[in-house]
């Protein structure tokens, strides 16, 4: 009996030690999965890290010249389209000096916003799947600005939008470092992601400030930003911008904020209660002014044509092109909002003093500026034609004349001055064009 209680209690000795061996061995084994996915899922972190910061693929030299604008592209140049549209917004309520400014303000974030990236895309021409995922983050950041620009620049939701354009710098800084590494572009590289993460953290700052704290660090940032975005000439001519491709990045958004200009003047048209002779030639006028404005841009000033930086002289040429691109979108988006204006107007009305007085002004503006990009064109010459210089100088003085006759002037008589001066500074501009084999 005493050997069988031995044997029994050797066998249930060794059925317990089995159970803990196996109990330890599914532990271990457990463990050991666990510890490989966590690896391996440091090893993707670390892998996406590694990728984001890694060199790109970057556009040859030789092939940026001649390199067109791609999809991509035309989808971020459509969403600051629409940012710009709904800027505008508040203009319509404030037809002022004091609106036009408050636009002018937000509208150089959006262009500063929209310049950088594009500038970044003319020279690298990067376009793989972190970039586009950072190009949606933008979008994201552009739509916040968007939502937060119908209020005054004292109010939170102003702060919002400088915080947000602060997020569009940051992302544009990891654009740039992700090609710190290419050749003959490190130190511009490096001065500008410095440049891009101080103004970054200066509008996310800004906007913790109340007024007019705010103001003033939002000054700091804009001209950091402006002087950021304007690299030493020496630089530029060595590694210029695409001359094809940046050209037609400009003339894209030009003709989509002109799209946006014809459906200003569509809501206008969904204002008038009653259609008569005067209205319906209102409108036709008004989309007749946004035409000629892309033609006289396109076909007159030659705004979208090649532009070959080499020297010093290009430089200053590209530069004073952009900058009047520049003047050239806010007088679209002004004059927008006066033609919707216009077109509400009963039949036969008149605008007040102050709104002829931006109209006429806001026009002659354009039509200065329209001759400025001829001017920075190889397809022009200031000393070829001197007569067709001094007679676009008349059509503004004209214009200009026109803003004192409010109460001599029915709007629809003024927009039809307005649609002939234009043209005629068209006729103008193309006799004066050198054609070019």
Request: net charge positive; with cysteine.
């Amino acid at each position: 009996m005493q050997e069988l209680r031995a044997l029994r209690l050797r066998s249930e000795i060794k059925a317990v030690a089995a159970a803990l061996w196996a109990a330890r061995s599914a532990c271990d084994l457990r463990y050991s999965r666990l510890a490989s996915r966590s690896e391996a899922a440091t090893g993707t972190f670390t892998t996406m890290v590694v990728r984001v910061l890694s060199a790109p693929r970057v556009c040859p030299a030789h092939e940026r010249h001649v390199r067109r604008p791609g999809w991509t592209e035309l989808f971020f140049d459509l969403v600051f389209a629409a940012a710009i549209a709904q800027l505008s917004a508040p203009l319509g309520h404030d037809y002022s000096v004091y609106g036009i400014g408050h636009f002018a303000f937000l509208l150089a974030l959006v262009f500063l916003g929209w310049f950088g990236y594009t500038s970044f895309s003319t020279q690298f021409g990067v376009d793989d799947i972190v970039e586009r995922v950072l190009i949606v983050a933008q979008v994201f950041l552009v739509a916040v600005m968007a939502a937060n620009a119908t209020d005054a620049l004292g109010s939170r939701d102003a702060a919002g939008f400088g915080a947000a354009y602060g997020g569009v710098r940051a992302i544009l800084a990891l654009q740039y470092a992700r090609v710190v590494r290419c050749p003959n572009a490190e130190p511009f590289v490096r001065r500008r992601i410095v440049g891009l993460l101080i103004s970054a953290i200066l509008w996310a700052v800004s906007a913790l400030f109340p007024v007019p704290e705010r103001y003033i660090g939002w000054t700091l940032a804009l001209l950091l930003d402006v002087g950021n975005s304007w690299p030493a000439s020496r630089m530029t001519t060595t590694s210029p911008p695409g001359a094809t491709h940046f050209p037609e990045r400009f003339g894209l958004l030009t003709i989509i904020l002109l799209g946006e200009f014809v459906a200003s003047v569509m809501r206008g048209i969904e204002s008038q209660m009653g259609w008569s002779f005067l209205a319906a030639s209102a409108a036709v006028l008004s989309l007749g002014l946004g035409f000629a404005i892309w033609s006289c841009y396109s076909d007159g000033a030659m705004g979208w044509e090649t532009r070959h930086v080499r020297t010093h002289s290009d430089v200053v040429r590209l530069r004073g092109w952009i900058a009047l691109n520049f003047a050239l979108f806010l007088g679209i988006g002004v004059l927008g909002v006066g033609l919707r204006r216009a077109i509400a107007l009963p039949s036969g009305g008149h605008f007040r003093a102050a709104e002829q007085w931006i109209i006429c002004s806001t026009t002659a503006g354009i039509i200065l500026v329209l001759m400025g990009i001829a001017l920075t064109s190889e397809r022009h010459s200031c000393s070829r034609r001197t007569w067709v210089w001094l007679a676009q100088v008349v059509v503004i003085a004209c214009v200009l004349a026109l803003s004192p006759l409010c109460s001599q002037i029915i709007a629809t008589a003024l927009l039809a001055i307005l649609l002939f001066c234009i043209v005629t500074q068209i006729a103008l501009l193309v006799t004066n064009r050198r054609y070019l084999k």
